[in-house]
């Protein structure tokens, strides 16, 4: 079945700094999703990327899907306490596809 | 106005018990899920229903029981509780079209289950 990787598990940052965090699916992806879960919180809806090589910003967040459409990236510049959580994708394998196949998450902690 | 509630938020019982949580969804979407997050944060899909029917069954214990009486509404029932059961329960939503791009997904606020 599809599967997605993502890395690193853990990344810890000194405030200030760059974070990003990679992305892979093992099969082709119709699109793929961002979520960030704070912690004690529940996922929440970042970004949506359908196109390949599509690139999307959100202030200091920068989402990359790749050319081939299996792999995705999300960098944060300058990284601010308020960033601390885990970021996951999610990959879906076809349109009208049902199913969401999240990588395992990376949990950023930004130390001030 | 919660958009994806979930009840109990909090669920701690005995191994053996059987116990429910309970879903809603206000955003009139068609699709409801329901994800397990295991202590190490890793989030798996159980159950997907759309429009009260079942069309994603991962494979979880037939202890674990899916119940949607109306497309708002996706209830896990589950029996015989076990010590691995214990874990953080998602319930979410999406709207889905023809196109993939319209499957976002909300979710509830999670339902921390512990099994002593």
């Known amino acids: 079945g599809q599967q997605v990787m993502q890395i690193p598990q853990y990344q810890h940052v000194q405030e200030g700094e760059d974070f990003t965090t990679y992305c892979n699916s093992s099969?082709?992806?119709?699109?793929i999703q961002w979520y960030k879960q704070r912690p004690g919180g529940h996922p929440v809806f970042l970004i949506q990327?359908?196109?390949?090589?599509e690139v999307k910003k959100q202030k200091r967040l920068t989402f990359q899907f790749g050319e081939a459409k299996k792999n995705s990236s999300l960098h944060i510049t300058a990284t601010q306490t308020t960033d601390v959580g885990t970021y996951f994708c999610?990959?879906?394998?076809?349109?009208?596809?049902?199913?969401?196949?999240f990588g395992k998450g990376t949990k950023l902690s930004v130390i001030p | 106005d919660t958009a994806v509630s979930q009840t109990p938020k909090y669920l701690v019982t005995q191994m053996g018990n059987d116990k429910s949580i309970k879903c809603e969804q206000n955003?009139?979407?068609?699709?409801m899920y329901w994800y397990k997050q295991d202590s190490k944060k890793f989030l798996k899909i159980m159950f997907s229903?759309?429009?009260?029917?079942?069309?994603i069954n991962e494979t979880v214990p037939n202890r674990f029981s899916p119940k949607s009486p109306d497309k708002a509404h996706l209830n896990l029932h589950i029996n015989s509780l076990e010590l691995g059961d214990s874990a953080v329960y998602f319930c979410?939503?999406?709207?889905?079209?023809?196109?993939?791009?319209?499957?976002?997904?909300?979710f509830g606020p999670g339902t921390r289950l512990t099994v002593l």
């Open positions: 990327l359908v196109k390949s090589g």
């Open positions: 979410a939503s999406s709207q889905e079209g023809r196109l993939a791009a319209y499957n976002e997904q909300f």
């Open positions: 955003l009139g979407h068609d699709t």
């Open positions: 999610a990959g879906c394998s076809g349109a009208g596809s049902y199913q969401l196949t």
């Open positions: 229903y759309n429009n009260k029917e079942l069309i």
């Open positions: 099969t082709t992806l119709s699109n």
